[in-house]
Each structure stands twice: as C-alpha cells, then as structure tokens.
C-alpha cells in the first residue's frame, strides 16, 4: 500500500530526520544542485507549495536572502521569510496579489510540483496533469523576467513531447531530468528550461 511504501521510502526518512515538509525537497536539490538556478535576493514563485517543502528548501538554502511567494489552493503553515498567498492562481485577484508581491521587476524563478489527485486511470490522470503543466507554463512566461528560468513537474505520456517544444519556444534551453527522489516506476520527470525570452 501507499502507506507501507512510505514508511520504507528512504527519502521520506531521510526528510523526517532533517526536519524537511515532503521527500519532494530532494527532487529539487538535485536540480538546482546540477542547473545552479538559487542566488541570493532572488523572487520566486512555488506554485501548488502546499505542504511547503520546496519554498522551505529555498529560503533555507538562501539563508532567507530570497523572496519566496508560495501559492496553492490548500492551506499551508507558515514559513520564516515565505509569503503565502492561498487560492487559484488562474484567479484574477490571486494572480493580482502574486504580481503585487513580486514588483514591477518580475520572477527570477518559477518552480511548479503540482500534480492532479491521481484517480490510476490513465486516460484521466494525464490530461489533468499536462493541464496543470500547461497552466505552469503560461504563468511563468506572465511573471517571469528575462533570462529567468522555469522548473515543473511533468508526466510523461501524451501531450508531453509537445510541451517540451511549446516551452522551447520562450527558453533558450530546455532539458528534461528525473531525479534520483523520482521513483523508478513512475512516469515522473521535471523540465527545467533556462534563460527565459521574452
């Protein structure tokens, strides 16, 4: 079961044992990590942050010399130097309070985690998720200033080969990478696209 699977999931331990919100932070690590994408007093947007763990990860990496607006539908308990905005992002009056939090300068960093409630069909999980990938995407090229760069959960399947060329169209360079947190089975993968092009 789910359950069983977590509690023998080293990750998940190793998060429990170093005081990280979610597994999901050591996804991130590796790569920012590998694309060297946090500087200090960067702005960035964790969309669908709930329970928190990436926002986490990057205002502790920064030592809290970053902006971090986190956003989901979800509540989330708060974070040392984290701004919380909870609703919709696709919202008028949420995407109004995201572009007043982050100024007139734009995003250096969007990161997305989203994925849909998994229902094992197929046919339904997929489009869900490419939807919120999709809608990942637009954002980011709303808020993002140029040369910012973009990380998002993906699944692999249909409508995945062309996202990746969607997004080539406004970054100078994308890649695709599975994390060595992603498990082996499942069709997770994060685009991370550099360089945004306005």
Same mark, same amino acid.
């Not at 998994?118 to 993002?144: F, K, N």
């Given at each position: 079961?789910?359950?069983?699977?977590?509690?023998?999931?080293?990750?998940?331990?190793?998060?429990?044992?170093?005081?990280?919100?979610? !597994?999901?932070?050591?996804? %991130?690590?590796? &790569?920012? =990590?590998?694309?060297?994408?946090?500087?200090? #007093?960067? *702005?960035?947007? $964790?969309?669908?942050?709930?329970?928190?763990?990436?926002?986490q990860f990057v205002t502790e990496t920064l030592k809290g010399r970053a902006r971090v607006i986190a956003v989901d539908i979800l509540p989330m308990d708060s974070l040392p130097d984290v701004e919380f905005?909870?609703?919709?992002? !696709?919202?008028?009056?949420? %995407?109004?309070? &995201?572009? =007043?939090?982050?100024?007139?300068?734009?995003? #250096?960093? *969007?990161?997305? $985690?989203?994925?849909?409630?998994?229902?094992?069909?197929?046919?339904?999980?997929?489009?869900?998720?490419?939807?919120?990938?999709?809608?990942?995407?637009?954002?980011?090229?709303?808020?993002?200033?140029?040369?910012?760069?973009?990380?998002?959960?993906?699944?692999?399947?249909?409508?995945?080969?062309?996202?990746?060329?969607?997004?080539?169209?406004?970054?100078?360079?994308v890649r695709v990478m599975k994390p060595k947190a992603s498990r082996a089975g499942s069709r997770e993968v994060y685009l991370v696209a550099r360089n945004y092009q306005l």
């Amino acid at each position: 079961s789910w359950r069983e699977r977590q509690e023998k999931d080293p990750f998940v331990k190793q998060a429990r044992q170093e005081g990280w919100r979610s !597994r999901a932070v050591y996804k %991130l690590k590796e &790569i920012v =990590e590998k694309e060297r994408l946090l500087k200090p #007093d960067m *702005v960035c947007i $964790d969309l669908g942050a709930a329970p928190g763990g990436w926002s986490q990860f990057v205002t502790e990496t920064l030592k809290g010399r970053a902006r971090v607006i986190a956003v989901d539908i979800l509540p989330m308990d708060s974070l040392p130097d984290v701004e919380f905005i909870q609703g919709d992002f !696709r919202d008028d009056e949420v %995407l109004a309070a &995201i572009t =007043e939090a982050i100024g007139n300068a734009g995003a #250096d960093l *969007v990161i997305s $985690d989203m994925a849909p409630n998994i229902t094992g069909t197929r046919v339904v999980d997929q489009p869900r998720s490419m939807y919120l990938a999709e809608l990942a995407l637009d954002h980011a090229r709303q808020v993002l200033k140029p040369g910012g760069s973009f990380i998002c959960k993906v699944f692999q399947g249909e409508g995945f080969d062309a996202f990746v060329v969607d997004a080539r169209r406004s970054f100078e360079r994308v890649r695709v990478m599975k994390p060595k947190a992603s498990r082996a089975g499942s069709r997770e993968v994060y685009l991370v696209a550099r360089n945004y092009q306005l």
